[in-house]
């Protein structure tokens, strides 16, 4: 009893011992055991993100043209509003009396033409013709009497007369001559009427147009996005009163990392997601890339045209947007923690050859989230090494996945 109770002690120390040295040999026979990764085949999708602000097609601000008191204010920030709809009157009283007074002046300038036209024409008409009789009558008159002068029967005083008649008679045509000319529609009574209504209209265009002034109008529709004017308010000229966003394609700016620039392309899709409505994306897509990245910011200018923009979208909203940029059905893929120097010129994995870890340069391509896309240097099923194993390159190792 004693020596078998000697011996068990020391059987299970040499079977220890055994044990302890058989783990070694093994692993240096077969390689050290390391979890990896294998290459596989799956959807890939590669986007860009970012966050930006919708911008409008035009931004107007809408001033005051006169010097008045506020008698109303028609909308509030926010409205939307149609081309033409009234925002804002001032008080008009005055221009309203100056209005009325041109318009009597056309009238009384129209009424003087046809007053012209209807009465002094036709009466200098007749009086041209009555003068032309008179001097008729008159060259008669003097002939007779000089024809009597001259053969004694009449003295010269008589033929004076006559000849003083004759010339008053010639003077009185060419008076009412005159006087028809200038009634005619060549003639300059009758230009200096046009003139006058001429004149008369002009003004009274400018009376409607200071009275049109004192309405505020949307110039076209839009969205009210600053009020800048309360009812009572007296206003100057060019005081502003209002900003307008006006209706058009909604767009949205943004300046994306120039690392990316590379990658964008006019015509990619794009979601968007505003910070005000996390659940409710909408779609969008790449309208405009700028010619030239901002050497001080390192970005590139971009903008999206958004085709049906939810009613939700308002000017100067922040937003974020992501752009799909690439998209495989079925890519070779890796997780992109196993790739190292993967935003190098020369990424690499460290795979196995033979049974030792081995350095492999790969291609990469699309790059998701978390993930990225070898186009180059791996089979798919094959084993990739993690960073965080501790190995390196020549080791004899062996896979466990």
């Known amino acids: 009893m004693i020596k078998n109770w000697l011996s068990y002690p020391r059987g299970a120390l040499i079977l220890l011992i055994l044990i302890a040295l058989a783990i070694p040999i093994r692993a240096l026979l077969l390689g050290k055991a390391v979890e990896t990764l294998a290459a596989k085949r799956q959807a890939l999708l590669e986007t860009v993100i970012s966050s930006g602000r919708v911008i409008t097609p035009a931004r107007v601000e809408l001033g005051a043209e006169l010097v008045g008191r506020v008698v109303e204010v028609a909308v509030e920030e926010g409205d939307r509003v149609r081309a033409g709809q009234v925002l804002a009157r001032l008080r008009d009283d005055e221009l309203r009396a100056a209005n009325e007074q041109a318009r009597r002046g056309v009238e009384e300038a129209q009424a003087r033409i046809a007053q012209l036209r209807e009465v002094a024409r036709p009466v200098a008409e007749q009086s041209l013709l009555r003068e032309q009789a008179n001097q008729v009558l008159a060259e008669a008159e003097f002939a007779r009497v000089k024809t009597l002068a001259d053969a004694g029967f009449y003295n010269p005083s008589r033929l004076d007369e006559a000849r003083r008649a004759l010339d008053g008679a010639r003077a009185a045509r060419e008076s009412a001559m005159a006087q028809a000319r200038g009634n005619r529609p060549e003639g300059v009574e009758n230009r200096l009427a046009e003139a006058r209504l001429a004149q008369a209209r002009a003004a009274l265009q400018v009376a409607v147009a200071k009275q049109a002034n004192t309405v505020i109008r949307a110039p076209s529709a839009g969205v009210v996005v600053k009020k ?124 196995i050859d033979a049974g030792r870890a081995a350095r492999r340069p790969v291609t990469l391509g699309l790059r998701g989230t978390g993930v990225v896309e070898v186009v180059a240097g791996l089979k798919e099923g094959e084993a990739v090494i993690p960073p965080a194993a501790p190995v390196a390159v020549g080791d004899k190792v062996r896979s466990v996945k």
């Open 228 to 351: 800048r004017v309360e009812r009572g308010d007296v206003v100057t000229q060019g005081k502003l009163l209002f900003d307008l966003a006006t209706d058009g394609e909604t767009r949205i700016d943004l300046q994306i990392d120039e690392k990316h620039l590379g990658r964008l392309r006019v015509g990619q899709a794009a979601s968007v997601l505003a910070d005000a409505y996390p659940g409710q994306p909408f779609a969008a897509e790449i309208d405009y890339i700028a010619p030239a990245v901002d050497a001080e910011k390192g970005s590139v200018e971009v903008k999206l045209r958004v085709a049906a923009p939810p009613a939700f979208v308002k000017p100067d909203m922040t937003v974020s947007v992501e752009i799909k940029v690439g998209e495989r059905p079925s890519a070779l893929s890796l997780p992109a923690a196993a790739v190292r120097d993967s935003t190098s010129a020369h990424p690499w994995v460290m795979a």
